[in-house]
Nanobody
Framework: QLQLVESGGGLVQPGGSLRLSCVYSDSGLYTIGWFRQVPGTEREPIACTSSMGSSTNYADSVKGRFTISRDNAKRTVFLQMTSLKPEDTGLYLC?????????????????WGRGTQVTVST
């Protein structure tokens, strides 16, 4: 059972930056995705990366502001978030899957972390 642990969330002012980290538990090759959960809504895809990082996919709302990257030697995937907006607020969840469909859909992922809270507010 793959385990994932997110970190790096916090309170930031609009226009600020945060870098989230997701550490996964074994050295297998996994597609990793970041999703945002807001109470009362479905999990929203934010960004996904294939197992070697050669392919990535971003939600339109974050293109040009967020960057997903990975260091497989450290079993870590990062989400660099810049120019943050209040609508970026939510619980950011990291997920792992065994194939890359390019769709970055929640159903593509079998393993989930518990999330790290990001709040963008003055």
């Amino acid at each position: 059972q793959l385990q994932l642990v997110e970190s790096g969330g916090g309170l930031v002012q609009p226009g600020g930056s945060l870098r989230l980290s997701c550490v996964y538990s074994d050295s297998g090759l996994y597609t990793i995705g970041w999703f945002r959960q807001v109470p009362g809504t479905e999990r929203e895809p934010i960004a996904c990366t294939s197992s070697m990082g050669s392919s990535t996919n971003y939600a339109d709302s974050v293109k040009g502001r967020f960057t997903i990257s990975r260091d497989n030697a450290k079993r870590t995937v990062f989400l660099q978030m810049t120019s943050l907006k209040p609508e970026d607020t939510g619980l950011y969840l990291c997920a792992g899957g065994t194939f890359y469909s390019g769709a970055c859909a929640p159903d593509d992922f079998d393993f989930w972390g518990r999330g790290t809270q990001v709040t963008v507010s003055t």
